[in-house]
């Protein structure tokens, strides 16, 4: 229920965006790919952003298997292309995390791939995108998370 909750949460602001032309899909938007390790990137992956301020965000990598996440980054100032930089929020929904849950009877261990959403506040400069994340999702009884609640996301956007 909440992955269509989310996917219809992105769905609004993409159409409210590009009424209000923060996505400028006239041609003068910006488009780009990014590689990186972190919830933007999919786990260890690639990232691709469209829009002009605001942009929809796709994530695809790995993070103990597939890993992906689709979500609206927003920068504040000038272009994130800028020397300077850009401060940015975004949301996302996707794979947020590893989950290793624990057999009580064998004392095995398995690693599995958490969903859920996740807030982020980042800096892009030049070629540069470096920020922190947090996950918001459930963990089951008999499971731990595995890292950190609070995580790092690093970048190179061509």
């Given at each position: 229920?909440r992955?269509?909750?989310?996917?219809?949460?992105?769905a609004?602001?993409?159409?409210?965006?590009?009424?209000?032309?923060?996505?400028?899909?006239?041609?003068?938007?910006?488009?780009?790919?990014?590689?990186?390790?972190?919830?933007?990137?999919?786990?260890?992956?690639?990232?691709y952003?469209?829009?002009?301020?605001?942009?929809?965000?796709?994530?695809?990598?790995w993070?103990?298997?597939?890993?992906?996440?689709?979500?609206?980054?927003?920068?504040?100032?000038?272009?994130?292309a800028?020397?300077k930089?850009?401060?940015?929020?975004?949301?996302?929904?996707?794979?947020?995390?590893?989950?290793?849950?624990?057999?009580?009877?064998?004392?095995s261990?398995?690693d599995?791939t958490?969903?859920?959403?996740?807030?982020?506040?980042?800096?892009?400069?030049?070629?540069?995108?470096?920020?922190?994340?947090?996950?918001?999702?459930?963990?089951?009884?008999?499971?731990?998370?595995?890292?950190?609640?609070?995580?790092?996301?690093?970048?190179?956007?061509?």
């Amino acid at each position: 229920m909440r992955r269509i909750f989310f996917v219809l949460l992105v769905a609004v602001l993409a159409v409210t965006c590009a009424a209000s032309g923060a996505l400028a899909w006239d041609g003068t938007s910006s488009k780009g790919w990014g590689a990186g390790l972190g919830i933007p990137y999919g786990g260890v992956g690639v990232n691709y952003e469209a829009g002009a301020q605001t942009r929809l965000s796709v994530g695809l990598g790995w993070m103990e298997n597939l890993g992906w996440n689709v979500g609206v980054k927003h920068y504040f100032g000038q272009p994130p292309a800028a020397k300077k930089g850009s401060a940015s929020i975004s949301v996302y929904y996707g794979t947020v995390g590893i989950l290793r849950r624990i057999n009580l009877n064998s004392g095995s261990e398995s690693d599995e791939t958490l969903q859920g959403f996740s807030v982020a506040v980042g800096w892009t400069a030049g070629h540069f995108d470096i920020g922190l994340i947090k996950p918001f999702f459930s963990i089951p009884e008999g499971a731990e998370e595995v890292g950190p609640s609070v995580k790092l996301y690093v970048g190179y956007r061509f």
